[in-house]
């Protein structure tokens, strides 16, 4: 039902399309939108194991830059193409361990035994936005719809343990390198909601726990997108 809805809202911009104001002006007609970004934003980890649940703050930053490419004479409805960086955390009770090359994986109902253990992506993403906007070359405060894809290359994965005694890091060969997913970012003015709805497992379809069961996570990240330009 989430997959659903949020594919259904990738196409709110075509339906606001019919409503857009044609009206024209003597200022830049041939003015540009949004076109650098920085967001911050709050992580979940959806379809996780029963015994594995969120602990701390698990959050994510993301900047770039996204060329405007406006279809129509009012330039209200825009392509978005971007390139941008992004790090996403994710703090929980699943406990990774690399011996000997071995990685293993186990839910921890004792948070006394550690102080925090975190998935670490840092990513080069490729934004593609379908846009709406009410904006004029002489309106700078307006209303915007942007929805789309966005395609995400992790050239670092890591997973982080810190217990009172030690803090172990290692590259983990298990975390998707390649991930996709929805995204939806709609406000006024300054302040803007960021939606992304992950398409693709967090970590790779054989990783399982200790117990033999399957480790199917996907990510849901909510948060603040600031646009300049």
Known sequence: MEKHFLIALF????????????????????YLEDQFYLGVNYNF?????????KRNFSY???????????????????LGLGLGYAVNSYYSNLIVTNENDVISYYAESDASLYDRSKFELHSIELPFELRWRNSSPTKYKFLRIYSGVKFAYNFSARSKLVTSTERLGFSNPDLERLQYGLTLNLGYNTFNLHLYYSLSDFLKKDTQLDTGEAIAINSLRVGLIFYIL
């Open 11 to 30: 196409f709110l911009p075509l339906l606001l399309s019919s409503q857009v104001d044609t009206e024209s002006s003597s200022a830049d007609a041939n």
């Open 60 to 78: 994510g930053l993301q900047i770039g830059f996204i060329k405007d490419l406006p279809l129509n004479d009012s330039r209200t409805i825009a």
């Open 45 to 53: 980890m959806l379809k996780k194991p029963d015994d594995v649940f």
